[in-house]
């Protein structure tokens, strides 16, 4: 292994390295949900002749709230990113740690705050993930009889516990 990859890195490459990570994996997410659910539908009703009419009629006002949405994604993935490589910049761990510990933390965040929304609207997800799988499905019943709050706390341990590191360094 490389000297440089055992080395931790400096504050800014740290910072660096985390953006860069919490932008790659929320452009994947953002990508994927786009795949997974390429319909204009509302909570499972749709219509082949309003999606048409939609899209010929608003085209640019569909184009520009997804430009909106993505650059949301970005500037999400990016803060959170550069949060969790600061905290482990201060826990002194090396730069392909950072990057790749970065770009996990931020899939446990995002996948925490998934559960805590789809805790508290399950109506939303219905249609897409009833008619996937039996295991999206269960995934789904399973999740709409928790508490919200839960999940939201759980997504908040990471980003609180990189803040203290950093305050525990200087």
Same mark, same amino acid.
Do not use: I, K
């Given at each position: ?5 055992? /080395? ?23 990508? %994927?949900? +786009? !795949? ?7 909570? *499972? ?5 309003? /999606? ?9 006002? $569909? !184009? ?10 970005? $500037? $999400?993935? !990016?803060?959170? *990113?550069?949060?969790? *490589? ?28 998934? +559960? +805590?929304?789809?805790?508290? &609207?399950? &109506? %939303? ?20 009889? /928790?508490?919200?709050?839960?999940? /939201?706390?759980?997504?908040? $341990? !990471? ?12």
């Amino acid at each position: 292994m490389p000297a440089f990859a055992r /080395t931790p890195p400096t504050f800014a490459r740290a910072l660096l390295l985390g953006c860069r990570a919490g932008l790659l994996v929320f452009l994947a997410l953002y990508t %994927l949900c +786009a !795949l997974l659910n390429m319909q204009l539908g509302y909570q *499972g009703n749709e219509s082949r002749v309003v /999606t048409e009419y939609v899209w010929s009629a608003w085209r640019s006002v $569909v !184009l520009w709230q997804v430009a909106r949405l993505l650059g949301a994604y970005c $500037v $999400v993935g !990016l803060l959170l *990113g550069a949060l969790l *490589g600061a905290g482990l910049w201060a826990a002194e761990r090396s730069r392909r740690a950072v990057f790749w510990l970065s770009g996990l933390g931020c899939l446990v965040v995002e996948g925490f705050l998934v +559960a +805590a929304d789809m805790a508290r &609207h399950p &109506h %939303l997800y219905a249609a897409t993930l009833y008619e996937r799988s039996e295991v999206t499905a269960e995934v789904l019943r399973v999740l709409s009889g /928790t508490q919200p709050s839960g999940w /939201t706390f759980a997504a908040w $341990v !990471l980003p609180v516990l990189s803040v203290l590191a950093v305050v525990g360094r200087w």
